[in-house]
């Protein structure tokens, strides 16, 4: 069983637009949700982060929206750029398991220049 | 954060034979993981290399196909045994913070002929 559904596959945006990537979970334990950017060839690359006190959280032009209620979380990426071109995944976990993560299957993100 | 290397980043085997695949971390750290990627595919956690005792293995994961050490806090080891074609996939490490945030190594592409 799938613990985190991520969607969509894929997403192709024009520079400058805002794509959004979904996440939601089932496990109420998890309360620690990283976002990562993977390029070919690299390992994923810790993104930003959230934890279920806040609703929202920013670093730079990448934001996670978080709903508790509704068990959902997204990463808006402002003013997009061909070098945001990636594949991101989506995590969830409880910390009490000391970082023991279930990764969403992936968004494939092109950024047309 | 956390800088990781592993080594070999690559290799090509033949089927039957074993490779091991190494973990380096600059820092002492309590936690350390061993994921699988199959090429397009999310992450799969296959086992938490604890230090002084045997691995923690996730379901669908046994000791005796992906042996682990780890030896001190800053290194593991993941070996493949005896390797099919099905083990043809991209291993990583990565290692946990006190902050609960997860980094990764480069990851390991192995080819199984």
């Known amino acids: 069983q799938q613990q985190v559904k991520q969607s969509p596959q894929s997403l192709i945006v024009q520079k400058g637009g805002i794509p959004i990537i979904n996440c939601a979970y089932e496990?109420?334990?998890?309360?620690?949700f990283p976002w990562y950017q993977q390029f070919p060839g690299k390992g994923p690359a810790l993104l930003i982060a959230?934890?279920?006190?806040?609703s929202e959280k920013k670093e730079g032009r990448f934001t996670i929206s978080f709903n508790k209620s509704a068990k959902q979380f997204s990463l808006h990426i402002m003013d997009s750029q061909p070098g945001d071109s990636a594949t991101y995944f989506c995590?969830?976990?409880?910390?009490?398991?000391?970082?023991?993560?279930?990764f969403g299957t992936g968004t494939s993100l092109t950024v047309i220049p | 954060s956390a800088v990781i290397s592993q080594k070999p980043s690559r290799d090509i085997c033949q089927r039957g034979t074993s490779l091991t695949i190494q973990c380096q971390v600059d820092?002492?750290?309590?936690?350390m993981f061993w994921y699988r990627q199959q090429p397009g595919q999310s992450l799969t956690l296959i086992a938490t290399?604890?230090?002084?005792?045997?691995?923690?293995?996730e379901s669908g994961f046994v000791i005796d196909k992906f042996p682990i050490s780890r030896p001190n806090l800053t290194f593991s080891t993941l070996t493949v045994s005896n390797m099919s074609p099905e083990d043809s996939s991209i291993y990583l490490c990565?290692?946990?913070?006190?902050?609960?945030?997860?980094?990764f190594g480069p990851g390991t592409r192995l080819t199984v002929t």
């Open positions: 990565s290692v946990g913070t006190e902050d609960y945030e997860q980094y």
């Open positions: 496990n109420t334990a998890f309360d620690y």
């Open positions: 959230i934890r279920p006190d806040v």
């Open positions: 995590a969830a976990g409880p910390r009490d398991t000391g970082n023991q993560f279930y």
């Open positions: 820092s002492q750290v309590t936690m």
């Open positions: 290399a604890n230090q002084g005792s045997e691995a923690t293995y």
